[in-house]
């Protein structure tokens, strides 16, 4: 099972962690994405690359990162401090 | 005297760290320049400041020493707080102090430019009608482009 965790408004619509299951073979990020819009209607914009950072193996990822079974993700929304 | 950075998840006194930031200050300082930066009150019952748990820290910490390397100052500090925060209560508070007045007043500038668009943290506006998550503003945005 991959562990992925939300923070921010993200978190409030999704919850704050999931498990998805994931083939061996894994799913790229821009197919987890989908998945997970899927599974939330009305959140898709909010999940999109343009909206939500995402993080796997502590490193930025981009769209076509592969995601396994055993990886954790996060999801950011945009950050703001001050 | 160097960058440093603090994530504190409770209230604080800008006036104490003022006097410890002033008690620390080397011979080479001419100029201390100081940011506070407050919840608005009117409608707004409070400001939750959600944080992460690794990262967060280390976004304060990269930011405080960027702007110790960019600018020719001689101690910069940064403390931002996370949690609820009351209206009135101060959020962020940034020091920097330097030879010359300039480089202070330009060094606080940049570390709340950035720290507004850079810094880790999820912000949701409390009021009596419910939450409200925000972001940078387009004047936030467009201010920390003045520095790239």
Known sequence: ?????FYGLLADAMGRHLEVEVPKGGVSLGGLRERL???????????????????????????DDMIGPDDAVEFWPPVSGG | MTARATLIDG????????????????????????FTGLVRGGDVTGLLLEHHPLRTAVSLEAIAAAGAARFEVSG?????????????EPIVWVAAAAPHRRAAFEAAD??????????????????????????????????ATRWE
């Not at chain 1, 099972?1 to 965790?5: A, E, G, I």
């Not at chain 2, 709340?112 to 925000?134: N, S």
């Open chain 1, 1 to 5: 099972m991959t562990r992925v965790s």
């Open chain 1, 37 to 63: 819009a899927a599974e939330r209607l009305g959140m898709a914009g909010e999940l999109s690359a343009s909206r939500a950072k995402a993080w796997v193996r502590d490193t930025l990822a981009g769209e």
């Open chain 2, 11 to 34: 209230p604080f006194s800008p006036e104490a760290l003022y006097r410890d930031f002033l008690a620390r200050l080397g011979e080479e300082a001419g100029a201390v320049v100081t």
């Open chain 2, 76 to 88: 910069i500090e940064v403390v931002h707080r996370c949690g609820l925060i009351g209206p009135g």
């Open chain 2, 110 to 143: 940049y570390l709340m430019d950035r720290l507004k668009t850079e810094a880790v943290f999820w912000k949701r506006e409390e009021a009596t009608g419910g939450g409200r998550w925000i972001e940078p503003t387009e004047a936030d945005r467009h201010a």
